[in-house]
């Protein structure tokens, strides 16, 4: 039978059918496709892993074998992929899709193909967990398999070992690492480096910047060069007794600049071991705390200086709460110091002064000073102390206001001694008005005394006036004369009396005028006679020139010289 040019060959197989040539290459086409999906699933280079919607494996190549170290037969029908995985990562992954897609996730195998359920693609790393339990990372890379219909009948898990990549990548990072810590370290510590006889065979900038020496200087060299000769040799050789057992020493030294200037460092010495666990080097490194030693150093002298101090200095934060108490607050308000800081200020603020604390924070956040004054506080035993507040705003070191400071001083003494000078001024006042009402009464009396006396006198005088121009003897004319200057006298004393008033108020004026001392004498003995006639001569007087005039007081020459 003849039959048309056509591209079909008639072929005959084992069952005697014949197929055209184009169908022929077409199963071989396929064939071969299938071997080489099936060379594919089961190169060793990855791992391929089949589930049905459920999860269960139900293909587990010869990668997956290799690299997970089950067998087929030990997992498919058996395991599903969250049973040899991290269940831990399981778990955040779930929490992370579930904000992430805004729908409830269950940790397992759901978390491990839901975005490949929902048409996600879905690519991750993932830590599995080997049949003898080692763990490796993976990336693993989800598809979901679908029938005609296109409806999930599985899905597909492509994962290849992640351990070469990631510890390249953790080398990359550690070098990384070390190049920026070393940057770091330059930047802000003096790092050196010494061999084990403590000879420097490194230094960085900063060290010589603060040790004002140069590189060179110091190359070769131990740091007996920066020594201060500030530590002991017992402190010395315990610190290289420490390092060379291989153990790292940490503490503060007290090292000298070239140009002499003492500096600390904090200082941590860490040994470099060899293979045998000796050092073989040290690596120093100092950060320089000069400026927190000498603040510490000025802190213990401040703090000696407030404990020694017979004055109460308390601290406080805004809130009012009392952050410090000195020797002199203990012994002025009776609360040690246990007792008092964490408190409120209030503790110590009596009810009726309440109101004055609010204000006194209020100047404080404004950073202004309370100047001195007066107030009553409470001591532990309830007593109230009169005493002088003075209070300041104390900054951090940022410059904000963190609270105040507050010195207080007993005023007792002081107040008691007040109110004492305070009634002696008033006694004194009585004293005074009393002194000056019977010195009146007395300059009254005087007045009186002197008007009475004045009054029979001159009559006496004008008595003696009337009878010295009556017809008289010599002798009789002389005693009248006598008693008349006896009654003038009289009279001027009677004026002093009335005198004494002015003397009293300081408006008394007496003049110096010159006098005959020679008439004076003469009239007192005339006076005297009288009464010395009777028992004797009558007493002379001989007259000096050089004394006739004499300079006196106005007021009584004659009762002196007659005294």
Known sequence: MSTPHCDLVVTENTFGVVYPIAKVRLATAMLKAVALQAAIFNSGSFSSIATDEKGVIHLFNAGAE????????????????????????????????????????????????????????????L????????????????????????????????????????????????????RDLRAALDQHAMVAITNTEGKIIHVNDKFCAISQYSSVELLGKDHRIVSSGSHSKEFIRNLWTTISNGNVWKGELCNRAKEGAPYWVDTTIVPFLDAEGKPYQYVVIRADVTERHHAEHTAVLLGAIVNCSDDAIISKDLNGIITSWNNGARDLFGYTAEEAIGQSIFLLIPSDRLEEEPRILDCLRQG??????????????????????????????????????TIARSIAERKRLERALHTNILELEIAKQTAEK??????????????????????????????????????????????????????????????????????????????????????????????????????????????????????????????
């Not at 395991?79 to 897609?101: M, Q, W």
């Not at 990372?137 to 070992?161: C, H, M």
């Not at 009553?376 to 963190?402: C, H």
Request: charged share 30%; net charge negative.
């Open 66 to 125: 290799r690299m997970l170290g089950y067998t087929a037969l030990e997992v498919v029908d058996k395991f599903t992929p969250a049973d040899i995985s991290d269940p831990e990562e399981g778990i955040a992954r779930a929490k992370v899709l579930s904000l992430e897609l805004a729908t409830p996730i269950t940790p397992g195998f759901e978390a491990l193909v839901f975005k490949a359920s929902r048409g996600i693609e879905d690519t991750y790393e």
């Open 127 to 178: 830590t599995q967990i080997r049949k003898n339990g080692s763990r490796f990372p993976a990336i693993v890379s989800v598809t979901a398999l679908r029938d005609e219909r296109n409806g999930i009948i599985g899905y597909l898990l492509i994962g290849t070992d992640n351990t070469t990549r990631k510890r390249n990548e953790e080398r990359i990072d550690s070098s990384q690492g070390a």
């Open 368 to 405: 202004k000073r309370v100047e001195p004054f007066e107030t009553v506080r409470r001591r532990k035993d309830g007593q109230l102390l009169e005493i002088s507040l003075t209070i300041s705003p104390v900054k951090d070191k940022s410059g904000l206001i963190a609270g105040g400071s």
């Open 438 to 563: 019977a010195n009146q009464a007395k300059s009254h009396f005087l007045a009186a005394m002197s008007h009475e006396i004045r009054t029979p006198m001159n009559a006496i005088l004008g008595m003696s006036d009337m009878l010295a121009e009556s017809p008289l003897d010599a002798e009789q004319m002389q005693y009248v004369e006598v008693f008349r200057r006896a009654g003038g006298n009289l009279m001027a004393l009677i004026n002093d009396i009335l005198d004494l008033s002015k003397i009293e108020g300081g408006h008394l004026e007496l003049e110096h005028l010159d006098f005959d001392l020679e008439a004076l004498v003469d009239e007192a003995i005339e006076i005297t006679a009288v009464k010395t006639h009777a028992k004797g001569p009558r007493p002379d007087v001989l007259p000096d020139a050089r004394l006739s005039y004499l300079p006196a007081r106005r007021l009584r020459p004659s009762q002196t010289s007659t005294d």
